[in-house]
């Protein structure tokens, strides 16, 4: 064959390894699990471009959706203005989360790591909660509960806040939500860990520190002493209206809060990725 026939190939070579190299490297980043941050808190989710989708994505393993009972559905929106036929409770976190578990066998994340919805309500506790209780009847299987047995972990935990149920929910004797405590909650631990596993407070409301330069000690200490009460009595911990800056975002993590909550996902998710690093 004349030399002249065979010079494409000779240059086209290295042009298919490039593109033989671009796809395997594709397929890789496709594949590639994300790394589960379990203690990161994606506040008012829904007001992402992707709400949940974007949570996932940067491995948030707990997510807050506000919702409005109206007719029923929940709606999903921070003010009535807001509401949106199409945005329900189901739509947007329900049943994505139904289908991510029946596709990974079971879980949230490959690595089988707790995943939690917290549901804010924004009208009546009663109503809205009768309303929650009916939709999430066909999505029992990947929730967790409670019964005469005790706890029955599943894929997802449900947490009301807001507008709470607290007593309906205590009076029942089989059920698939948890509710969101307060300090007072705590006090003489009125209220089971099975019953209310988390305590949120407003940060603003007892601490001065806004994320910038040092943290007094005496906040520390007081931090640490919430914290420490609250895991004796078997409840987690989280915060909102929390400074935005990483130097709170490494003092909540070295300190141990059980949930950071942030609206920035991707700065989140890059520095608890560093800080949590071996």
């Known amino acids: 064959m004349p030399q002249s026939k065979m010079r494409p190939s000779v240059h086209l070579a290295p042009r298919y390894l490039l593109a033989l190299l671009f796809i395997f490297c594709s397929a890789c980043a496709l594949t590639a699990e994300v790394v589960p941050l379990i203690r990161a808190h994606s506040h008012n989710d829904y007001e992402h471009e992707q709400p949940l989708i974007d949570a996932?994505?940067?491995?948030?393993?707990?997510?807050?959706?506000?919702?409005f009972a109206i007719?029923?559905?929940?709606?999903?929106?921070?003010?009535?203005?807001?509401?949106?036929?199409?945005?329900?409770?189901?739509?947007?976190?329900?049943?994505?989360?139904?289908?991510?578990?029946?596709?990974?066998?079971?879980?949230?994340?490959?690595?089988?790591?707790?995943?939690?919805?917290?549901?804010d309500f924004k009208t009546q506790a009663s109503p809205t909660y009768e309303c929650l209780r009916r939709i999430i009847r066909p999505y029992h299987a990947m929730l967790t509960r409670?019964?005469?047995?005790?706890?029955?972990?599943?894929?997802?935990?449900?947490?009301?806040?807001g507008n709470r149920p607290t007593q309906l929910v205590g009076q029942e004797t089989e059920?698939?939500?948890?509710i969101d405590g307060r300090l007072e909650d705590m006090e003489a631990n009125r209220l089971p860990a099975s019953l209310v596993p988390w305590i949120s407070e407003n940060w603003t409301s007892h601490f001065k520190w806004n994320g910038e330069g040092a943290m007094p000690q005496?906040?520390?200490?007081?931090?640490?002493?919430?914290?420490?009460?609250?895991?004796?009595?078997?409840r987690k911990v989280?915060?909102?209206?929390?400074?935005?800056?990483?130097?709170?975002?490494?003092?909540?993590?070295?300190?141990?809060?059980?949930?950071?909550?942030?609206?920035?996902?991707?700065?989140?998710s890059k520095v608890l990725l560093a800080h949590q690093a071996p």
């Open 175 to 178: 059920r698939w939500v948890f």
């Open 238 to 268: 989280r915060f909102w209206a929390t400074p935005e800056t990483e130097a709170f975002w490494k003092l909540a993590w070295d300190q141990g809060l059980d949930f950071i909550n942030t609206d920035q996902l991707k700065a989140l």
């Open 146 to 161: 409670v019964d005469a047995e005790g706890l029955h972990p599943g894929a997802v935990t449900l947490v009301i806040s």
């Open 56 to 67: 996932l994505d940067a491995g948030f393993c707990s997510v807050e959706a506000d919702v």
């Open 71 to 119: 007719g029923e559905e929940l709606l999903v929106a921070h003010d009535r203005i807001d509401l949106d036929r199409s945005r329900t409770l189901e739509a947007l976190y329900l049943k994505p989360l139904q289908l991510r578990i029946k596709e990974r066998g079971g879980k949230v994340y490959d690595q089988g790591v707790p995943f939690y919805l917290m549901i």
């Open 218 to 234: 005496e906040e520390i200490q007081k931090l640490a002493a919430w914290l420490s009460k609250a895991h004796s009595q078997g």
